[in-house]
């Protein structure tokens, strides 16, 4: 209608994207071959939009481990190809390494196939921009407005692109890879590492081969398309703790399938999480880089991390649950170091999106420099007690906008105050409202979250 404002991207809603990136079960729902044909091409067409002046666009294509990434791989390479991308294949390689490389090349940006922690039947595409980095809200609506535009997204003739497949072992980022290995002290017991048989699996081995690292054996090593994640990595420390056990390990370390995640198990088998690994990480990094000092981390890391930042006088900043939000917000107040409890870990300038290897490398180095006993870190950093429970809705919005919710968020804060708090969160890909009770005398906890779970039953339509 004449005299209709289009709205701006930045009040809209994505429908398509979640937390990170697009994910469903492979050929089901919104990933199929089809999806990732067209969303590659909205990618590239979203680029021009932005830059319409620019030539000889590039995007590199990486995949983990999984059944269906060979397929949707190929799938955005045609899509970015048609639409007149030339195409760097960079084979199977972490999330983070597709970040790497986009900086080394000089690419326009890039895109990784996989599901992150979610199990073999699942995939996932993320997006990436040039600079490396997850794109922003806005950016993903620009991507959904090309893929639902009616203007033909195809290039024609000699603009049609073609494809290169570039050696890893040859690649800039094994090379990091390989430097952040080297850099660390050898282990008087062995450091025993856990691929989740996903990503990092091939390279791991390659570096320790190359680095003739013994101290560091490494399991979860042998992908084969349905066992990513099974038993393994971040999702199942239980093998790992067992091994750790078995050959007398100074820690185990654990990834996720696409390797952008790490968590760690002291000599005993405790986790050492996102959080502690943050806390350990921003005193060694304030110590060598005063300027950069400040720590971001998000709504669901532990009240423990900011007594302990705040005793070190260290400023901690929250954002929302991801880690594009995590770097946006380090952006923004100059942190050089952030991360979520979950284990993605960014550090500047070392790696600009979660990078499980290489942040976990850069853990040891400073639990090493700050002399450190990692068997000691889970008690001394005393986690406040958490209860997460996430609740099956009919419908998300009508549960988080009840006035009795807030009500009772509020209330039970204000009991809960200071030494716990109340989170309530949708879940950016499933119909589910999460909630976190936190709170230094556990004994309050259950009480609070029964509470909750029911008001967001009535209120969402969920089951009891």
């Excluded at 997204?153 to 050696?167: M, N, Q, S, V, W």
């Excluded at 390989?178 to 996903?198: I, K, N, T």
């Excluded at 239980?238 to 996720?256: Q, T, W, Y």
């Excluded at 979660?354 to 942040?359: A, F, L, T």
């Amino acid at each position: 209608m004449f005299g209709m404002k289009k709205t701006p991207l930045s009040e809209k809603r994505r429908k398509l994207f979640g937390t990170d990136g697009v994910r469903d079960e492979a050929n089901r729902g919104n990933m199929t071959p089809e999806l990732a044909l067209r969303l590659a091409q909205g990618y590239v067409a979203s680029l021009r939009k932005k830059n319409p002046s620019s030539e000889g666009l590039t995007l590199c294509i990486g995949e983990d481990t999984r059944r269906s990434s060979n397929m949707l791989a190929a799938a955005s390479a045609a899509g970015a190809m048609s639409a007149g991308a030339e195409v760097l294949s960079l084979g199977v390689i972490p999330s983070p390494g597709v970040s790497h490389m986009i900086r080394s090349l000089g690419s326009s940006g890039g895109i990784m196939v996989s599901a992150s922690h979610n199990s073999w039947e699942y995939n996932g595409i993320k997006l990436f921009s040039a600079t490396g980095e997850k794109l922003s809200d806005v950016e993903e609506l620009g991507v959904e407005e090309e893929m639902s535009g009616e203007a033909s997204l195809l290039a024609y003739r000699e603009e049609i692109g073609t494809r290169k497949t570039l050696d890893l072992r040859n690649s800039s980022y094994f090379q990091a890879f390989q430097a952040s290995l080297e850099e660390l002290p050898l282990f008087e017991r062995p450091l025993v590492v856990d691929c989740a048989h996903g990503a990092a699996s091939a390279l791991l081995e390659g570096s320790l081969a190359a680095a003739g690292r013994k101290d560091i054996f490494c399991m979860g090593k042998e992908p084969r398309g349905m066992n990513i994640n099974e038993k393994a990595g971040v999702m199942d420390m239980a093998p790992l703790a067992r091994k750790v056990r078995e050959l007398g390990g100074s820690c185990g370390m654990a990834f996720d399938g696409d390797a952008d995640r790490v968590l760690f198990l002291d000599s005993r088998g405790r986790q050492i999480n996102g959080d502690i690994m943050l806390w350990v990480l921003g005193r060694w990094m304030g110590k060598n880089n005063p300027s950069g000092a400040g720590v971001v981390a998000t709504v669901m890391s532990n009240l423990a991390l900011e007594e302990h930042l705040q005793e070190a006088k260290i400023p901690l900043y929250r954002c929302p649950v991801g880690d594009r939000y995590v770097l946006a917000k380090m952006k923004e107040t100059g942190a050089s170091l952030g991360g979520e409890q979950s284990g993605h870990l960014i550090a500047l300038p070392h790696f600009v999106s979660g990078d499980g290897p290489r942040g976990g490398f850069l853990f040891l180095r400073a639990c090493a420099e700050l002399g450190e006993d990692l068997d000691t870190l889970v008690d001394r950093f005393a986690s406040y007690p958490q209860h997460l429970e996430n609740i099956r809705v009919a419908d998300k919005e009508a549960a988080l906008q009840s006035p009795e919710l807030e009500e009772k968020r509020q209330c039970h804060e204000k009991i809960l105050a200071p030494h716990g708090r109340v989170f309530i969160r949708p879940s950016g890909t499933e119909p589910l409202i999460r909630i976190l009770v936190e709170c230094k005398d556990e004994k309050l906890i259950p009480r609070v979250v029964e509470d909750l779970k029911a008001c967001i039953l009535r209120s969402g339509g969920g089951k009891t």
